[in-house]
């Protein structure tokens, strides 16, 4: 295949690989399939290489068992095997949560877990109870709905058919403890169960749940906490449990860990491979909502877990607003080939979001936009393309 012609704007195309497992090269695999890239003059300086989070954490044979997380919970807090544990917003999802929770509650396998919920979805947009029951309850924002209010009704995710209170009550059964689930908007409503620790489990906002609730309850942690060191010579992320996916049997799939270092060193080695220049970029979740199920995809702190220097953390992404630049030069008598050569100036220009012509385009963070189209072009299920080149959009900005 030739070399993407000039007519052609910013694209991004992913590149298959042989299946990663732990402890192999995967470097050297992505410098293959890059350099194959290259041969095919697929590749120029600029390019971004985008690397998918789950093949950097496999490769890093980054897991971690419920029994660890059971114990680091048990020290951390210092638990007893009788105590109450309370847990404050999980984001509703087998994949994100279900083996986390298996851990929490085998600490206390003889105590109570105290989970809270809140409403009407979780922080990702899973719907947790419609909105018209809320309403129908009548109770003031921030009231305590309790599981008998709700319970018989037995609503399932929209789009999994899953209960989750039912699911996350059956999963702290299993390990002997007591489950209690409750609903809540307001996280002080923890304390009202007394609990011996509580773990913040909800993502984005955590720092400040946090705060709100070590006024009240000090002994208390967030996921991040958890499981981020290596002085256990087990797997190990900076991110804590934080992004971590259920994987085989008792273990997760923890976050990659110190992903600055992984996408220099891939920037390095291709370098070296094709005498290319590129920016290298290891992603997680997309910053985007889908319209159809409400549900906003980022369950990942964030969608980028480490990238190489030329992104310069904060770096934003603003330009001109050419529809609205192209009818003004139109109403001013211009001619097409006068408008495309005064579009083309003022999109070298700096420092424009102030400006009436950056109307309609929010500045955004470079490496967000790069990561959540990375995660688009690559998705979930099948594709098989843990890599995903992106051409003319990092280097034309």
């Known amino acids: 295949m030739p070399r993407l012609p000039e007519y052609i704007g910013p694209a991004a195309f992913g590149l298959r690989m042989g299946v990663v497992i732990p402890d192999c090269d995967l470097i050297g695999m992505i410098t293959d399939a890059v350099a194959a890239c290259h041969e095919d ?11 998918t989070e789950s093949v950097v954490a496999r490769a890093q044979n980054n897991y971690a068992t419920t029994g660890r997380i059971a114990a680091e919970v048990r020290d951390k807090l210092e638990l007893e095997p009788d105590s109450r544990l309370g847990v404050i917003w999980p984001i509703t999802s087998r994949n994100r949560f279900s083996l986390i929770l ?13 989970i809270q919920l809140p409403y009407p979805d979780d922080e990702v947009g899973n719907r947790i109870i419609p909105p018209d029951f809320v309403e129908a309850l009548g109770k003031p924002p ?4 309790t599981r008998e209010e709700f319970a018989e009704r037995g609503f399932v995710h929209p789009i999994t058919g899953v209960d989750y209170p039912a699911l996350y009550e059956e999963i702290v059964r299993d390990t002997g403890a007591k489950p209690t689930i409750y609903l809540s908007n307001d996280p002080r409503r923890i304390t009202a169960f007394e609990p011996h620790g509580v773990v913040i489990a909800n993502v984005h906002d955590r720092h400040r749940t946090r705060t709100q609730i070590a006024a009240l309850v000090p002994n208390c942690l967030n996921l991040q906490d958890l499981c981020n060191t290596n002085h256990t010579g087990e797997g190990w992320s900076e991110w804590g449990l934080m992004g971590s996916n259920m994987s085989s049997g008792n273990r997760l799939k923890l976050a990659p860990r110190e992903g600055n270092k992984v996408a220099h060193s891939i920037q390095v080695r291709i370098a070296e491979s094709v005498g290319k220049r590129v920016e290298v970029l290891i992603y997680g979740d997309g910053a985007y909502k889908d319209p159809t199920s409400g549900i906003y995809e980022l369950a990942d702190p964030q969608p980028n877990f480490g990238a190489t220097a030329g992104f310069q953390r904060g770096r934003m992404r603003e330009g001109v607003k050419y529809k609205y630049l192209a009818d003004l030069y139109l109403a001013e008598g211009r001619s097409p080939a006068e408008i495309e050569g005064l579009l083309a100036a003022r999109k070298q220009e700096r420092n424009i979001q102030h400006q009436a012509v950056s109307v309609g385009t929010t500045p955004r963070k470079l490496e967000d936009l790069v990561a959540s189209l990375a995660d688009l072009v690559s998705g979930s299920a099948d594709a098989g393309t843990p890599v995903i080149v992106i051409k003319g959009f990092f280097n034309r900005i």
């Open 41 to 51: 003059g697929l590749l120029e300086d600029g390019d971004v290489i985008c690397v």
């Open 102 to 114: 298996h851990g929490l509650a085998q600490a206390v396998p003889h105590g109570e877990v105290v």
């Open 142 to 145: 921030g009231a305590i709905i």
